[in-house]
């Protein structure tokens, strides 16, 4: 969960991406500024409460240290939906955010931040169609969706007879022991440095640590496991960052840069079952990027028409899969292709009619996106009931193209 603990201000671009941010980019991106502090020390503190056991806090803080050399800010917040809709839907959030800023001169700047989260939930099971009676579908090839009643799904919860009515389905049930736990934190840190008044130059490092855990087990109604099993996909991003951002006139600007990324994907399954339906996974998958962009700013016609060229390319390394497996065979373990180089390029133009406040915008480019590492070698583990035997199930696609 993105938690909004301690932001400045969130801004959106809307349409592609991909030439100045990469493939993460290819709709659209996000982003949420820290508060970067200052002033005299100041903060805030928040108090929610609300139906189904909700309740939530907030607490921010902020200001300068060092005759305003050093900026701070930072926040907590902590939320708490103690029992849900039905009861057993519980979900907890704590999330932190902070930032802080040294000036060695005032050219020269030194930033860090931090940002994450840890998140727990109970969950229900997926609606279906497990009970209903057959002739509620009829014999069309379309069939409605109609939900079984509230109270006979509250029936189903607490073992007691249920009256199936018209249904087609059950919507999502009870399920006691099912719950997922997630964490996520991304830290930076970035050095800027300007020289004059018309060339910067910065260096950037950031981490992002993801990492999920989905356990169930026999508890609940419908189909369960017979033990209690694990599901614990996870993996982190290095990313490195160098550009220079140059003023080459009043009315011309352009940006070059360099970025290296590295990317971690860890996938471990447990069925909890004993020997010999015993099944143990620890995947390993890393790939590496290089890319290269530029971005031309300019105004021409007394800064009425604004145009923005900017291009992209970026190459991927993948390595060959490591998967301990014990169990079951695993047909990730072998050399597959890298995903295509990315070439990507934005133009932009846009009009202004000061007179009347109108603005007229146009816009042509390409966007790409890499397949995530989740989706080329995401798995888990069925059973099947015929033979008692347990298979390994992929869920990904190896040689899953990009999106363009």
């Known amino acids: 969960n993105m938690t909004f603990v301690n932001a400045k201000q969130v801004e959106v671009l809307r349409g592609s991406g991909s030439s100045l941010y990469g493939t993460s980019a290819v709709g659209g991106a996000v982003n949420i500024v820290s508060d970067d502090g200052g002033g005299p ?3 805030m503190i928040q108090a929610e409460g609300g139906g189904l056991g909700f309740m939530r806090g907030r607490a921010t803080i902020g200001g300068d240290l060092m005759n305003s050399k050093l900026l701070y800010s930072a926040g907590f917040t902590h939320l708490n939906v103690m029992n849900g ?6 979900n907890r959030s704590n999330g932190g955010q902070a ?6 001169t005032p050219k020269t700047r030194l930033s860090g931040r931090f940002y994450g989260a840890k998140d727990f939930l109970q969950s229900n099971i997926s609606p279906g169609t497990g009970g209903i009676p057959a002739a509620n579908f009829g014999t069309s090839l379309l069939i409605p969706a109609i939900p079984l009643a509230n109270d006979q799904v509250q029936n189903l919860n607490n073992n007691r007879p249920v009256n199936y009515g018209n249904a087609t389905y059950v919507p999502g049930r009870d399920d006691t022991d099912s719950r997922r736990s997630s964490t996520f934190f991304t830290t930076a840190v970035k050095l800027q440095h300007d020289i004059g008044n018309n060339v910067n130059l910065q260096a950037a490092y950031q981490r992002l640590n993801t990492n999920r855990i989905f356990e169930n087990g026999p508890g609940g109604g419908g189909f369960q496991p017979t033990a209690t099993n694990l599901t614990n996909p996870g993996g982190y991003i290095d990313n490195i960052d160098l550009r220079a951002g140059i003023r080459v006139s009043k009315r011309y600007q352009v940006s070059v840069g360099y970025e290296f990324e590295k990317e971690f994907f860890n996938d471990r399954q447990n069925n909890g079952l004993p020997a010999p339906r015993t099944i143990l996974v620890d995947g390993k998958v890393r790939q590496s990027a290089n890319a290269a962009f530029i971005q031309n700013q300019f105004s021409l ?10 291009g992209r390319v970026q190459a991927f390394n993948l390595k060959r899969p490591e998967f301990a497996i014990q169990g079951t065979a695993n047909n990730y373990n072998r050399d597959l292709p890298s995903p295509p180089t990315a070439w990507t390029g934005d133009l932009s133009f846009a009009y202004l009619v000061p007179e009347s406040g109108t603005k007229i915008r146009a816009h042509l480019g390409n966007a790409y996106r890499a397949p995530a590492l989740y989706e080329r070698f995401g798995a888990g583990f069925s059973n099947v009931p015929a033979t008692g035997a347990v298979i390994f199930t992929p869920y990904g696609d190896p040689n899953l193209p990009p999106d363009r």
């Open 99 to 104: 930032f802080a800023r040294y000036d060695f």
């Open 41 to 43: 020390t100041h903060g």
């Open 85 to 90: 809709v039905d009861g057993n839907d519980a």
């Open 301 to 310: 016609f007394r800064d009425r028409l604004l145009v923005s060229a900017s």
